[in-house]
């Protein structure tokens, strides 16, 4: 059974840096094709996506946000921690960590996210 | 660009059924993608991946009257036989160029 779950403030001050922490079990980080994304949601707004890392330590990040994030991992753990940096109360949201395999068809490669964790809310404001 | 089009809301009567569209952009057609249902106050749930010929795989426990389909550069999700825990939003999504997608999500009411 795969489980995911994030943890990290649910308040940070405007400039100051995030970091969540999405802590995993039932795979492995260390099996080839196995990525961990990141996604979060303002409220009662959409889904956005904002970074993978791979069981490789290869990382793809949103173009939008690339400057401000950094994803890294630690397969002893079984950790994936996300740092967001200079925050503002448009980054309060709900940030998801998900685990992402690629699934490879008709000649493309996707991730999905076919687990996902709870959510861990986090609120920007002086 | 690649970008995920969907309706805002769509409606149905309990016990009935509802086709939702995800509109892949212009060059896409060829995408596969993937459906989440997110229930009020809960996090996402992975519902099916979906191909361009209308082939799809479901997720652990996702019930038969979650079906997929496809038409050109249009992905659908249909549901059967609604129930009220079928209220929920629904996200499509599908990967890039080094980059995860997301529709903007439809609201669907049961009536």
């Known amino acids: 059974q795969i489980t995911l779950k994030e943890s990290g403030p649910t308040l940070v001050k405007p400039t100051q840096t995030l970091t969540l922490t999405c802590t995993f079990s039932?795979?492995?980080?260390?099996?080839?094709?196995?990525?961990v994304g990141w996604i979060r949601q303002p409220p009662g707004k959409a889904l956005e996506w904002l970074a993978v890392i791979y069981w490789d330590d290869d990382t793809r990040y949103s173009p939008s946000l690339k400057n401000r994030l950094t994803i890294t991992k630690d397969t002893s753990k079984n950790q994936v921690v996300l740092t967001m940096t200079n925050m503002d109360p448009v980054d309060t949201a709900t940030y998801y960590c998900?685990?992402?395999?690629?699934?490879?068809?008709?000649?493309?490669?996707?991730?999905?996210?076919?687990?996902w964790g709870q959510g861990t809310v986090v609120t920007v404001s002086s | 660009q690649l970008v995920l089009t969907q309706s805002p809301s769509a409606s149905a009567s309990l016990g009935a059924s509802v086709k939702l569209t995800c509109t892949l952009s212009s060059g896409h057609s060829s995408y596969a993608i993937a459906w989440h249902q997110q229930q009020p106050e809960k996090g996402p749930r992975y519902l099916m991946k979906?191909?361009?010929?209308?082939?799809?795989s479901k997720g652990d426990g996702i019930p038969d009257r979650f079906s997929g389909s496809s038409s050109g550069a249009e992905r659908y999700l249909t549901i059967s036989s609604l129930q009220s825990e079928d209220e929920a939003d629904y996200y499509c999504q599908t990967w890039g160029t080094d980059m995860g997608v997301f529709g903007t999500g439809t609201k669907v009411t049961v009536l």
């Open positions: 979906l191909n361009s010929d209308g082939s799809h």
């Open positions: 039932g795979f492995s980080l260390r099996t080839s094709g196995v990525g």
């Open positions: 998900a685990h992402s395999p690629i699934d490879c068809s008709g000649g493309r490669c996707y991730h999905y996210f076919p687990h």
